[in-house]
């Protein structure tokens, strides 16, 4: 089994260029996560989404966009990348099927860095 | 908004030796779930126990046992016997509804 899957592992962009990464998980799972993970700041959360088609805000949304077009895919944009954003990202998705005690399966995250 | 607190940021224990993490959170809601997760130098992130907020008994998965303090509001991680693969950033975690919110997490070394 994949689980959850992102692209690219690593990615250098300059100030001001834009980037999307791509998360695909194969487990069928309804809720779909971005986290961002700083040093000393543990894990926050970016954007969210409970369903195909649907996104909502986390913690620290600003500078971010996403999108849920299919089930299985979570896309997060970066429009305009500024050296705040680096960072390393992670991705997780949930199962609401089942125990209500489900976990969340992480991606091996992506180490971004602005310059 | 749910926040999640660990105020350990790092704790060391010798090997074969006991070691508690602490965890409190802050919350008005009834219905909840709260996970310890294990981050290693892979920096993948591993489940380590999980616990139902409706159920009185704490939750034990091997050498991994929590305390749950639900007046408390606390949840603390207790690894008996350390070994050195335990070596990592623990992170607590909150779930309600929709949101899985982290605590910024404590970076556990295990001495020989």
């Known amino acids: 089994n994949a689980g959850v899957t992102q692209t690219p592992k690593f990615r250098v962009l300059k100030t001001g260029q834009s980037m999307t990464l791509l998360c695909a998980q194969d487990?069928?799972?309804?809720?779909m996560y971005w986290y961002r993970q700083d040093p000393g700041m543990g894990l926050r959360l970016i954007h969210y989404?409970?369903?195909?088609?649907?996104?909502a805000k986390g913690e620290v949304p600003d500078g971010y966009n996403v999108s849920r077009l299919k089930k299985q895919n979570f896309l997060l944009g970066l429009e305009s990348a500024a050296p705040s954003q680096t960072s390393v990202y992670f991705c997780?998705?949930?199962?609401?099927?089942?125990?209500?005690?489900?976990?969340?399966?992480f991606g091996q995250g992506t180490r971004l860095t602005v310059v | 908004a749910q926040t999640v607190t660990q105020s350990q940021p790092e704790m060391s224990v010798q090997e074969a030796e006991t070691v508690t993490l602490s965890c409190t959170y802050d919350?008005?809601?009834?219905?909840?779930?709260l996970f310890w997760y294990k981050q290693p130098p892979s920096r993948q992130m591993i489940l380590v126990i999980r616990?139902?907020?409706?159920?009185?008994q704490n939750a034990t998965e091997n050498r991994f046992s929590v305390n749950f303090q639900k007046a408390a509001k606390s949840f603390s991680l207790k690894i008996s016997d350390s070994q050195l693969g335990d070596a990592a950033m623990y992170f607590c975690?909150?779930?309600?509804?929709?949101?899985?919110?982290f605590g910024k997490g404590t970076l556990l070394t295990v001495n020989p």
């Open positions: 997780a998705s949930r199962s609401t099927i089942g125990r209500k005690n489900t976990e969340a399966f």
């Open positions: 487990m069928n799972h309804e809720y």
């Open positions: 989404s409970v369903g195909e088609g649907t996104t």
């Open positions: 919350t008005s809601e009834s219905d909840y779930y």
């Open positions: 616990q139902e907020a409706y159920k009185q």
């Open positions: 975690a909150y779930r309600s509804a929709d949101k899985l919110t």
